[in-house]
């Protein structure tokens, strides 16, 4: 595989590798080896539904009093500089 990848390793290394290679395939060959067809695939373990709070008006800032404090304003909003090198 080194020498598809264009890679040039010591010998030293290619021997540490493997080693690590053949872990990584023999873990691999575990997973593969387990009965899983009665299992129940799951996004999470914890079979969670919809955790997210519901969206409920509440009072909120300002509007007129935080556009105030903003260095620029302009028709209800932030004036912010230019990016990406747009012209204003």
Same mark, same amino acid.
């Given at each position: 595989?080194?020498? %598809?990848?264009?890679?040039?390793?010591?010998?030293?290394? %290619?021997?540490?590798?493997?080693?690590?290679?053949?872990?990584?395939?023999?873990?691999?060959?575990?997973?593969?080896?387990?009965?899983?067809?009665?299992?129940?695939?799951?996004?999470?373990?914890?079979?969670?539904?919809?955790?997210?709070?519901?969206?409920?008006?509440?009072?909120?800032?300002?509007?007129?009093?935080? %556009?105030?404090?903003?260095?620029?304003?302009?028709?209800?909003?932030?004036?912010?500089?230019?990016?990406?090198?747009?012209?204003?």
């Amino acid at each position: 595989m080194a020498g %598809l990848a264009r890679l040039r390793f010591t010998d030293d290394e %290619l021997d540490e590798l493997t080693g690590q290679l053949a872990a990584v395939l023999g873990h691999a060959a575990d997973v593969e080896a387990l009965d899983i067809a009665d299992l129940v695939a799951r996004v999470h373990p914890m079979g969670l539904g919809d955790v997210t709070r519901p969206d409920e008006v509440r009072p909120s800032l300002d509007r007129d009093q935080v %556009l105030a404090q903003a260095p620029v304003a302009e028709s209800g909003r932030f004036r912010v500089p230019p990016v990406l090198g747009e012209a204003p």
